[in-house]
């Protein structure tokens, strides 16, 4: 009989589900992906991580992994091909801008009718003032901590992507030659086509096909 697999429930369009999938797939983890809607969550999600979001990682010993930076540092911590974690705790700042005040304006600037009083042209603006930031982090150097690929890169990079496409005419006239062409490449590897294959929804109760 084979072993337990770790059980991942994931919903493709998800950024904090991307950048988890993306360090699951860097490390090589084998897993059950169970897709999920996010209007409609399993009641097998709900029981092992009542907040229902995404990703959440169940592991064979039953423990829960539930926000998406504990599934990249765990995934990253049993196989870091590329070393990934190489520039330590310096990340981490950045990670918090983003996942802060720069998720609060990406949100207002994608859903301003979600609020109550929001222009979200301001929103679009504030998100700005973070987009020159990594440009000019960018200046001379291909990822956000050098030249090689780091968790700060992939953690970010689905955010930057989602701000980029609600508007991409105006994200492709700003002066930001160095972000643009960090986005681009992110956007055409292969780690990023192989996270973002589709697969069928999970339903509790339908035997999963071991896809």
């Known amino acids: 009989m084979s072993p337990a697999l770790p059980i991942l429930y994931s919903f493709r369009r998800c950024p904090y589900a991307m950048r988890g999938r ?15 809607l996010l209007r409609d969550k399993p009641p097998s999600m709900l029981a092992a991580s009542p907040k229902g979001t995404v990703p959440v990682v169940v ?10 930076l504990d599934v990249m ?5 049993q196989n870091d091909p ?13 990670i918090s801008e983003n996942d802060g005040p720069f998720k609060h304006h990406l949100d207002r600037y994608k859903y301003p009718d979600r609020y109550e009083n929001v222009q979200a042209e301001e929103h679009r603006a504030a998100g700005h003032v973070f987009l020159k930031k990594l440009n000019s982090r960018l200046d001379g150097q291909a990822q956000l901590f050098g030249d090689h690929v780091s968790l700060a890169d992939i953690a970010i990079f689905p955010f930057i992507r989602q ?3 609600h508007d991409r005419d105006w994200f492709d006239a700003q002066d930001l030659p160095q972000l643009q062409t960090w986005l ?12 973002m294959v589709k697969h069928d929804l999970w339903a509790d109760g339908v035997a999963w096909d071991g896809r």
């Open 22 to 36: 993306m360090a699951l797939k860097n490390a090589g983890i084998k897993l059950e992906h169970r897709e999920i």
């Open 184 to 195: 681009a490449g992110h956007l055409a590897s292969p780690l990023f086509a192989d996270i």
């Open 59 to 68: 592991l064979p010993n039953g423990d829960v992994i539930e926000e998406s």
């Open 82 to 94: 590329h070393d990934w974690l190489a520039p330590g705790d310096a990340m981490f700042d950045l």
């Open 163 to 165: 701000f980029a496409n």
């Open 73 to 77: 540092r765990w995934a990253l911590a």
